[in-house]
């Protein structure tokens, strides 16, 4: 390789650098984007109370469905209780309404 084309692949690797180099302004741009220390931590405390928010809600709302399930758990055995019973009265009253029948044939007969 002679003197020359050195320097000309020396020319053609520079000029490939400096266009890909950023200029001033694209680097001022970037640096007016970026955020400041102060907002990072703002962010940052942001995001811990919101963080704090969520799991209070989801502790409270934990709390309110294990509510929600024993009264649901609660009215289940209520109502498994009161169907026992009705079918006890129901079968009481069917022994009664023969029993009635019955007494009721039995006068008649006897007039």
């Known amino acids: 390789m002679t003197d020359r084309q050195l320097l000309e692949a020396i020319l053609n690797k520079i000029s490939e650098i400096d266009a890909n180099m950023a200029t001033k302004k694209e680097l001022a741009e970037v640096k007016a984007n970026m955020a400041t220390k102060d907002e990072l931590a ?6 811990k109370s919101i963080q704090e928010i969520v ?5 409270e709302h934990g709390q309110k469905l294990a509510a929600l399930f024993d009264g649901y758990k609660h009215n289940s055995e209520t109502l498994t209780d ?3 019973r009705l079918e006890r009265i129901e079968k009481k009253v069917a022994t009664h309404d023969i029993q009635i029948h019955v007494l009721e044939k039995t006068k ?3 007039q």
């Open 42 to 47: 703002e962010v940052k405390a942001d995001v």
């Open 55 to 59: 799991i209070k809600i989801e502790n």
């Open 82 to 84: 009161h169907t026992l």
């Open 108 to 110: 008649d007969s006897k």
